[in-house]
């Protein structure tokens, strides 16, 4: 991935970056009238605007039609899969703040147990989250 270095007065082109950024992690929603950004160097300063801010705009809505369908898709689980996701969030931090602190006490507040302790707990929150996602998975399907 190329990266882009911008001034601060060029807005325009930092919502085509930002926008471009966002539509890698978004599915792509493409306006008719251009196919592509590059295209968009032919156009007129206030024409590149609006196309960034429409792409701004539809991946706003995107994210806004995720969400209101994974709560919509939460209303129909039972009460146990509720309360154990916050049991299992709750038991997430208090492990990583309580238990995992422990390594910089145990190891006397050195560089080096800092590091540890970095290294660590960002491996606990991959496989928290992992967890996480396998067992509370909502199915938004049924709303697309």
């Not at 801010?53 to 806004?64: E, G, P």
């Not at 916050?86 to 507040?109: H, K, N, P, Q």
Request: net charge negative; with cysteine.
């Amino acid at each position: 991935m190329e990266r882009a270095y911008l001034s601060s007065t060029d807005f325009g082109a930092g919502m085509m970056y930002a926008c471009s950024v966002t539509s890698m992690m978004q599915p792509e929603v493409k306006a008719p009238e251009l196919e592509s950004i590059a295209e968009e160097h032919y156009l007129t300063r206030r024409e590149q605007k609006e196309g960034a801010l429409r792409r701004l705009k539809q991946a706003f809505d995107t994210n806004r039609r995720v969400r209101k369908d994974k709560i919509l898709a939460q209303e129909g689980e039972s009460l146990v899969k509720t309360i154990g996701r916050m049991v299992y969030v709750s038991a997430c931090i208090l492990f990583d703040g309580l238990v995992l602190t422990e390594i910089i006490v145990r190891l006397d507040r050195t560089a080096f147990a800092w590091f540890v302790f970095a290294v660590v707990l960002g491996s606990a929150i991959v496989v928290q989250r992992n967890q996480y996602d396998e067992w509370f998975t909502v199915d938004i399907s049924q709303f697309e």
